[in-house]
């Protein structure tokens, strides 16, 4: 079964740092890039950035790159998103997204199940 | 704020048609494709209709897709209640480095 499985619901206080995983299964890791994008409570979506899991290369949004840091670990084939220097506005559901391989404008056809992030002192 | 613009409910009654419209600019829609996603909440988004118009293999063909100028719309044909959730439209922006864009998402309603 073709499936993202992401880790699990976290709190953490401001200026923290997350890190949230994704886990393929179902088809070659290495054949694909994982987007990451984000919910917050009552907003649209908002993507973050794209890593490629064949090359490792990223194209992060403008809104995160001092903060936003994507890694692949192809011992383990999973996909990591980490964000730094959390502020309240950072409370949201994270998801990942199976996408291109060599470019971010490639359709994301499978979806995680979302990881909730609350970030509260 | 999203940067695709949909209505924010749509609803029909079983059989019906319902159309929703996702809204862009030249930038996004108006150079690149529009995809559509079903999100039911607590739940993983499921691709409906991606470039346009292709459905991937298991979605029905009660779903289809188009696109004019800076506007994607995704129909539903002959609705059933299962399609009671919420659509959500997505492009890829070339403005910047290039970056996805989504729409805020409409809530269809089966009647």
């Known amino acids: 079964q073709v499936q993202l499985v992401q880790s699990g619901a976290e709190v953490k206080k401001p200026g923290a740092s997350l890190k949230v995983s994704c886990k393929p299964s179902?088809?070659?890791?290495?054949?694909?890039?994982f987007n990451w994008v984000r919910q917050a409570p009552g907003r649209g979506l908002e993507w973050m950035g794209w890593?490629?899991?064949?090359?490792?290369?990223?194209n992060y949004a403008q809104e995160f790159h001092e903060r936003l840091t994507m890694t692949t670990d192809r011992a383990t084939n999973t996909a990591y998103m980490e964000l730094r220097s959390l502020r309240f506005d950072d409370t949201a559901v994270y998801y990942c997204?199976?996408?291109?391989?060599?470019?971010?404008?490639?359709?994301?056809?499978?979806w995680g199940q979302g990881t909730l992030v609350t970030v509260s002192s | 704020q999203s940067l695709l613009t949909q209505p924010p409910s749509a609803s029909g009654t079983p059989g019906q048609r319902v159309t929703i419209s996702c809204s862009g600019t030249?930038?996004?829609?108006?150079?690149?494709?529009v995809n559509w996603y079903r999100h039911l909440p607590g739940a993983a988004p499921k691709l409906l209709i991606y470039?346009?118009?292709k459905r991937p293999s298991g979605v029905p063909d009660r779903f289809s897709g188009s696109k004019s100028g800076t506007s994607g719309s995704l129909t539903i044909s002959g609705l059933q209640s299962e399609d009671e959730s919420d659509y959500f439209c997505?492009?890829?922006?070339?403005?910047?480095?290039?970056?996805?864009?989504f729409g805020g998402g409409t809530k269809v309603t089966v009647l």
């Open positions: 997204a199976r996408g291109g391989a060599i470019l971010p404008r490639d359709v994301s056809d499978i």
């Open positions: 179902g088809f070659t890791f290495t054949s694909y890039g």
């Open positions: 890593i490629s899991a064949f090359n490792n290369n990223t």
């Open positions: 030249a930038s996004n829609i108006g150079s690149n494709t």
């Open positions: 470039n346009n118009d």
């Open positions: 997505a492009a890829w922006d070339d403005s910047r480095t290039g970056f996805w864009v």
